[in-house]
């Protein structure tokens, strides 16, 4: 899943207890619950934890101002357009510089998103770049699980330098969204002496952000980071260190916390009914950006029958689930609440109806064999949520029903190779809040987040109409249009979305906003 933003519900603070840090330096400790990365660089990665680390140590061209919620210039000078919004122009601030006092430039951006682009590097961030004109030339067509081999071809034809600060992109066809995708910081700029060998610096980041690395890091270890002076952005944190303790297991994250040896933790969803008790005036809950579903793999014949997808998203109790899962809603649609665009009506298939789920599973022809689903044996409700959806496709359509516990990873490895037997969970958090970003990914032929496998050339017709109309309110109208085709067609089966929360120590705040959700990163202190 994509790193998503939250906006924030209630918070609450001044709490009893404090942790970590010394009374000069204003010290904060940060759980993320994951296992520790292996490096850290987010030109190459696209998972929440890394991209959370990297968002202290890089900074992004543009970024959504917190306090108004508008499209806030942070690297970048200006963005702008041409008249049909194909070919954008960026120019740079000047006097920013990297960590090692390299002049930050636009060269810097120009060779390092080539290297991106380039697919026989494998970096994860590769896909962002393919709406630039020249990505086929290096990308050309790999049959599954194979490498994709060195091009002649090194860089994008439409990515070009204009002078020391400033840089063009020519994409394929328009794209009216394009300004709002440059704050993804998947398009971070790489030093010159790290693109000369990225390999070296993998655990020795060089960024152009608020904090640098405090010292040498080695995979497995916490990653320590100090303010870095020469930070010249929008918004100058408080904290002068800061820690990013890795843990895997969720609730023992949780009792850390409450042990005093942490600032900020994410509760997890065995506390959710019991945060607020645990850590009374210390604790901050906030609506996710993001939605959770249930994938139908398109590439099982015994799923086909649309009627058939249908009657599952029919069978499933939403307001049963989501209270089951806790600090949830049922999903209404695709995208998430908070998006410019969503519609509380936009699913006609999402209300509980188990007659209306019968009738339909009769129309497809019945399901043939039994249903697997597929659950994260990392998490500790992966098996109580899977059973949960299984006794309602048990009882109101009569299925048989099986479940399977695996590692996400290799439920993962198993859906991209095509080899999944049945269903599984999966999220999304956009990258930049557009409700494009809920389509493109997911549903688009060939979308880098296309968990089911799924295409529908009307969709990606409608898709490229509304990426290409420059007035946002109708380009929007033009994505909804989209989303009533993925809707209709359901191949991700929209559950619940959810609200987080968090614990925090009694000596910071998190800094909270309606537009950009929670960050321990800017956080004030007490």
């Known amino acids: 899943m994509a790193l998503g933003l939250a906006l924030v519900l209630a918070s609450c603070g001044d709490g009893k207890s404090s942790s970590g840090g010394g009374s000069g330096a204003k010290s904060e400790t940060i759980a993320v619950i994951a296992d520790p990365l292996e490096y850290i660089n987010p030109l190459n990665d696209n998972g929440s934890p890394g991209i959370g680390v990297a968002m202290a140590i890089f900074a992004p061209l543009v970024q959504t101002d917190p306090e108004t919620g508008k499209l806030q210039n942070v ?56 709406k630039v004109e020249g990505y086929d030339a290096l990308n050309p067509p790999t049959p599954d699980g194979a490498t994709p081999k060195p091009t ?11 002078d020391d600060l400033t840089f063009s992109v020519k994409l ?5 969204q394009f300004g709002l995708t440059l704050q993804y910081l998947g398009l971070a700029p790489l ?22 690395m405090a010292g040498d890091w080695n995979a497995g270890d916490d990653i320590k980071l100090v303010k870095w002076d020469g930070y010249k952005g929008p918004q100058i ?101 908070d998006m410019a665009g969503y519609r509380d009506d936009a699913c006609k298939y999402c209300d509980f109806d188990a007659s209306k789920a019968k009738a339909d599973l009769a129309a497809a022809g019945g399901f043939s064999g039994v249903l697997n689903i597929n659950y994260n044996t990392s998490s500790a409700t992966g098996q109580i949520f899977a059973e949960a959806i299984g006794n309602m496709l048990r009882q109101n359509l009569g299925l048989q029903v099986k479940y399977t516990g695996k590692q996400s990873s290799e439920i993962g490895a198993l859906a991209d190779s095509r080899k999944l037997d049945g269903l599984r969970f999966s999220g999304w958090g956009h990258d930049y809040p557009s409700i494009e970003d809920y389509l493109t990914p997911m549903f688009k032929s060939n979308g880098d987040a296309n968990f089911a496998g799924y295409s529908n050339p009307a969709l990606d017709a409608v898709l490229a109409k509304g990426d290409a109309e420059p007035d946002p309110e109708k380009a929007i109208k033009l994505y909804q249009q989209a989303e009533d085709i993925a809707l209709e067609d359901m191949p991700l089966i929209p559950l619940y979305t959810k609200s987080n929360a968090y614990l925090h120590s009694a000596k910071v705040q998190p800094r909270v906003s309606k537009y950009v959700g929670v960050s321990a990163l800017w956080a004030t202190f007490k």
Not at 104 to 130: C, P, Q
Not at 194 to 210: C, F, H, L, Q, W
Not at 239 to 264: H, M, P, R, S, V
């Open 237 to 337: 944190p408080q904290a002068d260190n800061i820690t990013y303790k890795f843990i895997a297991n969720g609730d023992t994250a949780y009792n850390e916390f409450l042990a005093g040896n942490l600032d900020f933790v994410d509760v997890p969803p065995t506390k959710v009914k019991s945060f607020k008790t645990d850590a009374p005036d210390q604790w901050v809950t906030s609506i996710s950006s993001g939605a959770n579903y249930l994938v139908i793999p398109a590439w099982d014949a015994r799923f086909k029958n649309p009627k058939l997808r249908h009657a599952i998203s029919e069978a499933i109790d939403r307001k049963a689930f989501a209270d089951l899962v806790g600090l949830s809603e049922p999903a209404k649609g695709l995208v998430a609440p």
């Open 152 to 162: 002649a071809v090194k860089t994008l034809s439409g990515l070009k330098q204009i």
């Open 75 to 130: 690297m970048a000078d200006s963005v702008t357009p041409d008249k049909t919004s194909q070919t954008w122009t960026i120019k740079l601030k000047a006097g920013n510089t990297f960590q090692n006092g390299q002049p930050l430039t636009a060269k810097d951006y120009v060779d390092s998103w080539n290297m991106t682009a380039e697919g026989s590097n494998g970096w994860k961030n590769n896909g962002f770049f393919s």
């Open 172 to 176: 394929k066809v328009p794209f009216s």
């Open 191 to 212: 030093p010159e002496e790290v693109r000369k060998n990225p390999d070296a610096y993998k655990r020795k980041p060089i960024g152009n952000g608020p904090f640098k």
